[in-house]
């Protein structure tokens, strides 16, 4: 289970003081990632902009009815009617156009997120074993859940924050100048400073959100990793040390959620302490001008609205860069994911037969996985006709399971070096290759859904028939038969309902259902007993006649009705031909077939043992009677 690995990567993670980072410009050019997918919705967007500008005008229009009413009671000729009517009319319309705006951008939100996870679940679907080395399970969740939260609140909100501040501010100051150019000149000296320290402060604050998504996304891929390995956690006594792994990963993650919310609680006050001054400002020099007739009392107090009206988003701008820098963490993540190329790519221009017939040729392939030290393969070279069975037989790790992963580019092998028909596997689209070759994978893995739908898996609209067909070739109709809900039963979570006999068998029937052209089975037995594998044998003779088939297999009694077969040791073949040839060879496979057949005749002599001893316990029963 891991604990070195989290342990490593978990000390990446520290709660220290704050540390300068990149430039917040950068930082939050991320977030310019997002504007293709808010192009899509342009005329809702537009809606949106023009009905929170409507708002804001709204909003100034109110002290300009303030200011005409203050100034008539003061001049000794009060008319409070109009001003009183004015006020509730604009703040109907403004609640109403507000409400309508605020909702289409929750929308707008809603609908970007759910073209980030279309894609994001897409381009994952399109990796291959590289990227999933590097992104672990739980980290792709993290970002597929709480990245892609982050995005949808910087859009529902951040955005709205930033375009309220900036209509606020615009609209405010026109007012401003407006009712006193003088006035106006005083208040907005420390908007710069506020400005410069928001800069400053938000570019502290990108890596904390960055780490902090990063260490939530460890936490997520521990507990997945966890929950998938259960069975062996509780089947070696190893509870308590997982709680324990369990509490250090998720106290970091604690410890940068705190660091990173302090640091926002630090930027929400003081931001508005840094406006203070600018009340103070109004009242004192505002409060002159009244004295000296240069503006009318019912001016200073449209002027004070005016300035609540601009200082208020000044007040939160701290939680609006907090916000927009969360987002811009969450993006960056994400994009990522997008930026990663996918190992494997079609070939657009390549013509290739319309019908497979199953030939495969294999020319001197050599194949050393990403960042090992060895070759997994080295000069294979096999040629297989079209409705041959085709056994591989070998030590564990000798490159067996790299062959059939070649014929369906699991891993992308060179140019020239795996042929289908005639024609190089890469100029197949990937789709289509991986539905004339079928895999049926070495680890057998079940839907949390029914047999019939895991059965079904590429076609659940088949019928009964060939399921039942397909489940009588893999020896699994029998089984099924005797569950109560037969195909309708649920197999639970990668299949624990069943034992790793059945599935296997419930794969294999999965992959015989498809009837390709070519199948290929990755040691799809090992689960299996010998009387059962006879069986499935058999009725793959039948099933597959005129079709190509390869198998993996550790057992002789496996692969010795196959037409040829291949040894393979070190990713070399070593040894080929018939069963009878091999065993005529003297090598390797005759001296595997040796041990094997005694095991077999020890196995059966211990039955034979086991069954004399039970009749003879049953004539002295008997007896007794």
Not at 140 to 149: G, K, V, Y
Not at 411 to 433: K, Q
Request: contains cysteine; neutral net charge.
């Amino acid at each position: 289970m891991p604990n070195g690995h989290h342990s490593a990567q978990s000390a990446q993670y520290t709660a220290n003081s704050p540390r300068r980072a990149d430039a917040t410009f950068r930082d939050l050019g991320h977030l310019q990632r997002l504007f293709p997918y808010l192009k899509r919705y342009a005329w809702p967007l537009t809606a949106v902009i023009f009905g929170f500008l409507l708002t804001r005008l709204f909003d100034a229009a109110v002290p300009l009815f303030l200011m005409h009413a203050v100034d008539s009671i003061s001049e000794g000729n009060p008319s409070l009617l109009i001003p009183a009517l004015g006020i509730i009319v604009t703040v109907i319309c403004r609640y109403g156009v507000f409400v309508y705006a605020r909702r289409l951008m929750r929308r707008i939100a809603i609908a970007v997120c759910y073209d980030l996870r279309k894609r994001l679940f897409t381009h994952v679907q399109r990796q291959g074993p590289a990227f999933f080395n590097k992104y672990p399970t739980g980290d792709i969740m993290s970002r597929a859940i709480n990245d892609i939260n982050l995005v949808r609140n910087v859009i529902a909100w951040g955005v709205v924050s930033i375009m309220t501040f900036l209509f606020s501010v615009s609209i405010a100051m026109v007012f401003m100048f407006y009712l006193s150019p003088a006035l106006s000149l005083m208040v907005i000296w420390p908007l710069p400073i506020v400005a410069y320290v928001a800069f400053r402060m938000s570019r502290i604050l990108f890596p904390y959100i960055r780490e902090q998504m990063m260490a939530i996304g460890e936490v997520t891929s521990y507990v997945q990793e966890n929950l998938n390995g259960i069975r062996t956690i509780q089947a070696m006594a190893q509870e308590e040390a997982e709680i324990k792994r369990f509490t250090e990963v998720s106290t970091k993650y604690a410890d940068l959620v705190y660091r990173a919310t302090k640091y926002r609680a630090i930027m929400n006050v003081i931001m508005p302490m840094m406006t203070t001054i600018l009340p103070v400002i109004i009242i004192g020099y505002g409060g002159s001008l009244v004295l000296s007739d240069e503006i009318s009392v019912g001016t200073f107090v449209a002027f004070f609205s005016y300035l609540l009206m601009l200082t208020g988003p000044v007040r939160m701008i701290g939680m609006s860069l907090s916000m927009l820098t969360m987002g811009a963490a969450g993006t960056a993540r994400l994009c990522e994911i997008f930026d990663y190329e996918p190992e494997i790519n079609d070939d657009l221009n390549a013509a290739v037969p319309d019908k497979i017939q199953g030939q495969l040729e294999i020319r001197d392939l050599t194949y050393t996985y990403p960042g090992a030290s060895q070759k997994a393969l080295t000069d294979i070279s096999i040629n297989i006709e079209p409705g041959e069975t085709i056994a591989f037989l070998g030590r564990v790790g000798c490159g067996k399971s790299t062959i059939l992963k070649s014929l369906v580019r699991l891993i992308d092998t060179p140019a020239g070096t795996v042929l289908l028909d005639g024609h190089d596997i890469r100029s197949y689209p990937l789709e289509r290759l991986r539905k004339e070759i079928t895999l049926i994978l070495q680890d057998p893995f079940l839907f949390s859904d029914t047999l019939r739908l895991n059965v079904t898996y590429d076609d659940p609209s088949r019928q009964d028939r060939p399921i039942w067909a397909a489940t009588d070739a893999a020896s699994m109709s029998e089984t099924i038969r005797e569950f109560p809900l037969q195909l309708a039963t649920i197999v639970g979570e990668r299949g624990i309902t069943l034992s790793g006999g059945q599935k296997q068998r419930a794969t294999l029937a999965r992959g015989l259902i498809r009837r390709a052209p070519v199948l290929a089975m990755d040691d799809c037995f090992s689960s299996v007993d010998t009387e059962t594998e006879e069986e499935i044998l058999s009725g793959l003779q039948n099933l597959r006649k005129g079709k190509t088939t390869l198998l993996i297999s550790h057992r002789v009694s496996t692969v010795r009705h196959a037409d040829r077969i291949f040894v393979i040791d070190e990713g070399r073949v070593v040894e080929s031909g018939s069963h009878g040839e091999l065993l005529r060879l003297g090598g390797y496979y005759a001296d595997l077939e040796a041990v094997q057949s005694n095991q077999d005749q020890d196995r059966q002599r211990k039955v034979k043992l086991l069954h004399d001893l039970e009749d003879k316990q049953e004539a002295v029963v008997g007896g007794e009677g």
